[in-house]
């Protein structure tokens, strides 16, 4: 017994060790990048490094593609990069944009809660994630990153610019799960930006309006954007990338800057292609001067968010004063503004109703794939506790809740709707309530797109993800963003892969990769994945068996594209401006809108 019981304390020992020892390798800090070859670029020179697991792709990270936003530059249009001295470090990524970082902890551990993992995979996930230093940030934050293997290639290749999510307010383009290599080794040279958020990105404000050359405020993350493109055209052959053959593609609030960037005048010419991952603005009602009933202006949400940092009659210099950080804090005042914090339709920037443009074909119609994942909503119900946002509340009592449904949309669809979900059972409406929001949160409008898209004559792909994970005790399915590790390539090493998970990582990360060459995801030998059309309704299944499938929910989402149509019908006349072209003017001259450049 003596010798057993020594045994077992060494066993115990070693297991105790060996686990000390695999926290220590999830939490130390990964070594500096070697160098890789110097580039010379419009503004510099830059040190590139090498990628720590495929030292035949280099990294290029922290490049600035447009002038530090801050002090007077802060809430205009971005200004050109700045030249430097010397070779540049392009090894660390640049900071990240000023954000609130509130209730992000709690996000993650319902994320890790509904992923199903297990105590050991539960405490390492939460020491990799809390062990390292809260990332740098700035309101100098206009940077991207560069992957490639092509750099002084004699064949350009096709580029991919990554648009990352965060409800406009959080994320930035260095994020781990976007840095990978998946999509590089496919032939490909990969970007991922930075981009203005929050109130930086998006307020709008009279006095910041009337210090504009346009006459505009708002939308300062979108110009961020168009002037990443803008960099990319001009730069991105030093990287081996193609200027004339450029994806732009991103998820929630990414695949929403998508759809922003094809409804601007401002990027004609610098997208090819477009893949949009859970998002699109088909219905942002936001207006500058003019709202919807039961909606402000952008100019009065912007009064209302500096309500109580600056006075009412502050003038651009005074707001341009505010300390960042000041900001920052303050927008734990104003949360209910949070759905002001977003793009809006100025007349300069974003002309019409994005759901307008994208309905009569009034945005730069390109090859798309889109689609969006089985269980969207499943992070946001508990929360939001509704089965539509076209109500900002529901009442507690189930039968009033379904007398509201019936309200909304009218009781022929809403007994529909009702049936489809089975919203009326008592121990199951949560649920049902939750699969409908993710319906109404993004399903209908990424095949509203692609319809419109296939009307306008360009090719189109929609996919429905539905893959689960693996765990009996996962809670969450296929989840908002669930997707992204599978397109990059970027899993956890806890995440539990089969090897039928990894066969569709490998598969997914071709189908983007193909569409990004030549706008058809097929190829590879992959399966066929089918044009789409309105009349067939073909959709491609990722679960994580790959097969196409008719009519993915089209029941439910016929429903709800009849209320969006009569959603953006409605709202036409109250938010797009009725002078087709604005005419502004600037020092003293009248200039069309669209000769305007960021």
């Given at each position: 017994?003596?010798?057993?019981?020594?045994?077992?304390?060494?066993?115990?020992?070693?297991?105790?060790?060996?686990?000390?020892?695999?926290?220590?390798?999830?939490?130390?800090?990964?070594?500096?990048?070697?160098?890789?070859?110097?580039?010379?670029?419009?503004?510099?020179?830059?040190?590139?490094?090498?990628?720590?697991?495929?030292?035949?792709?280099i990294q290029v990270n922290g490049i600035p593609f447009a002038a530090p936003p801050v002090g007077d530059l802060r809430w205009r249009a971005p200004q050109p990069a700045l030249n430097w001295e010397g070779v540049r470090d392009g090894k660390l990524f640049g900071a990240e944009c000023m954000q609130s970082r509130s209730g992000s902890g709690e996000f993650l551990n319902d994320l890790l809660n509904g992923m199903g993992l297990n105590a050991v995979q539960r405490h390492l996930a939460t020491?990799?994630?809390?062990?390292?230093?809260?990332?740098?940030?700035?309101?100098?934050?206009?940077?991207?990153?560069?992957?490639?293997?092509?750099?002084?290639?004699?064949?350009?290749?096709?580029?991919?610019?990554?648009?990352?999510?965060?409800?406009?307010?959080?994320?930035?383009?260095?994020?781990?799960?976007?840095?990978?290599?998946?999509?590089?080794?496919?032939?490909?040279?990969?970007?991922?930006?930075?981009?203005?958020?929050?109130?930086?990105?998006?307020?709008?404000?009279?006095?910041?309006?009337?210090?504009?050359?346009?006459?505009?405020?708002?939308?300062?993350?979108?110009?961020?954007?168009?002037?990443?493109?803008?960099?990319?055209?001009?730069?991105?052959?030093?990287?081996?990338?193609?200027?004339?053959?450029?994806?732009?593609?991103?998820?929630s609030a990414g695949a929403q800057s998508v759809t922003e960037i094809m409804s601007t005048p401002l990027s004609e010419g610098l997208f090819h292609k477009a893949i949009l991952q859970s998002g699109a603005s088909t219905y942002n009602a936001n207006g500058l001067t003019t709202a919807i009933e039961g909606r402000m202006s952008m100019h009065d949400a912007g009064l209302e968010f500096f309500d109580g940092i600056a006075a009412a009659d502050a003038s651009a210099a005074d707001l341009r004063?505010?300390?960042?950080?000041?900001?920052?804090?303050?927008?734990?005042?104003?949360?209910?503004?949070?759905?002001?914090?977003?793009?809006?339709?100025?007349?300069?920037?974003?002309?019409?109703?994005?759901?307008?443009?994208?309905?009569?074909?009034?945005?730069?119609?390109?090859?798309?794939?889109?689609?969006?994942?089985?269980?969207?909503?499943?992070?946001?119900?508990?929360?939001?506790?509704?089965?539509?946002?076209?109500?900002?509340?529901?009442?507690?009592?189930?039968?009033?809740?379904?007398?509201?449904?019936?309200?909304?949309?009218?009781?022929?669809?809403?007994?529909?709707?009702?049936?489809?979900?089975?919203?009326?059972?008592?121990?199951?409406?949560?649920?049902?309530?939750?699969?409908?929001?993710?319906?109404?949160?993004?399903?209908?409008?990424?095949?509203?797109?692609?319809?419109?898209?296939?009307?306008?004559?360009?090719?189109?792909?929609?996919?429905?993800?539905?893959?689960?994970?693996?765990?009996?005790?996962?809670?969450?399915?296929?989840?908002?963003?669930?997707?992204?590790?599978?397109?990059?390539?970027?899993?956890?090493?806890?995440?539990?892969?089969?090897?039928?998970?990894?066969?569709?990582?490998?598969?997914?990360?071709?189908?983007?990769?193909?569409?990004?060459?030549?706008?058809?995801?097929?190829?590879?030998?992959?399966?066929?994945?089918?044009?789409?059309?309105?009349?067939?309704?073909?959709?491609?299944?990722?679960?994580?068996?790959?097969?196409?499938?008719?009519?993915?929910?089209?029941?439910?989402?016929?429903?709800?594209?009849?209320?969006?149509?009569?959603?953006?019908?409605?709202?036409?006349?109250?938010?797009?401006?009725?002078?087709?072209?604005?005419?502004?003017?600037?020092?003293?001259?009248?200039?069309?809108?669209?000769?305007?450049?960021?």
């Open positions: 017994m003596k010798w057993f019981l020594i045994a077992l304390g060494a066993l115990a020992a070693l297991a105790a060790a060996a686990y000390g020892g695999l926290i220590w390798m999830i939490t130390k800090a990964p070594p500096p990048l070697e160098n890789g070859p110097v580039i010379s670029l419009s503004q510099g020179e830059i040190q590139t490094g090498l990628d720590r697991d495929n030292a035949d792709i020491i990799a994630l809390q062990s390292g230093p809260p990332p740098e940030e700035s309101e100098d934050c206009l940077f991207l990153n560069v992957r490639t293997a092509n750099a002084g290639g004699s064949d350009l290749q096709p580029v991919m610019v990554w648009i990352h999510g965060g409800s406009h307010q959080t994320g930035a383009g260095s994020q781990s799960i976007y840095q990978a290599n998946q999509l590089v080794e496919n032939g490909v040279v990969l970007v991922t930006v930075n981009y203005r958020l929050g109130p930086f990105g998006y307020i709008a404000h009279p006095a910041l309006s009337a210090d504009d050359p346009r006459g505009v405020s708002g939308n300062y993350g979108l110009l961020d954007q168009v002037a990443a493109l803008t960099w990319i055209k001009d730069n991105i052959a030093a990287f081996g990338g193609d200027p004339e053959n450029v994806t732009i593609f991103g998820e004063a505010i300390p960042a950080e000041d900001i920052v804090a303050h927008i734990a005042n104003k949360q209910h503004l949070g759905g002001y914090a977003l793009p809006t339709v100025d007349g300069v920037v974003i002309p019409r109703l994005m759901g307008e443009a994208i309905r009569d074909g009034g945005i730069h119609n390109v090859p798309i794939l889109a689609g969006y994942n089985a269980d969207e909503a499943t992070l946001f119900y508990p929360s939001m506790q509704v089965p539509t946002v076209l109500a900002p509340e529901f009442p507690d009592a189930l039968e009033d809740r379904l007398a509201l449904l019936r309200e909304i949309y009218g009781d022929g669809d809403a007994e529909a709707l009702i049936d489809l979900y089975g919203l009326d059972d008592p121990k199951s409406f949560q649920k049902a309530e939750m699969d409908m929001l993710g319906d109404d949160l993004f399903g209908v409008h990424m095949r509203f797109l692609a319809r419109a898209n296939w009307l306008s004559g360009m090719p189109t792909y929609l996919y429905h993800f539905t893959r689960v994970s693996p765990s009996k005790t996962q809670t969450i399915g296929a989840f908002h963003a669930a997707e992204i590790f599978f397109v990059f390539g970027s899993h956890s090493p806890l995440a539990g892969l089969t090897e039928a998970d990894e066969t569709l990582t490998a598969a997914m990360g071709k189908y983007w990769t193909n569409f990004a060459k030549t706008g058809n995801p097929n190829g590879d030998s992959l399966p066929e994945w089918p044009l789409y059309e309105p009349m067939s309704d073909e959709w491609m299944t990722f679960n994580p068996s790959i097969e196409a499938k008719t009519g993915v929910r089209a029941d439910k989402l016929d429903i709800m594209e009849r209320q969006l149509f009569s959603r953006i019908e409605a709202a036409v006349p109250q938010i797009t401006p009725p002078v087709e072209e604005p005419v502004l003017a600037l020092g003293g001259e009248e200039v069309a809108a669209d000769s305007l450049q960021p």
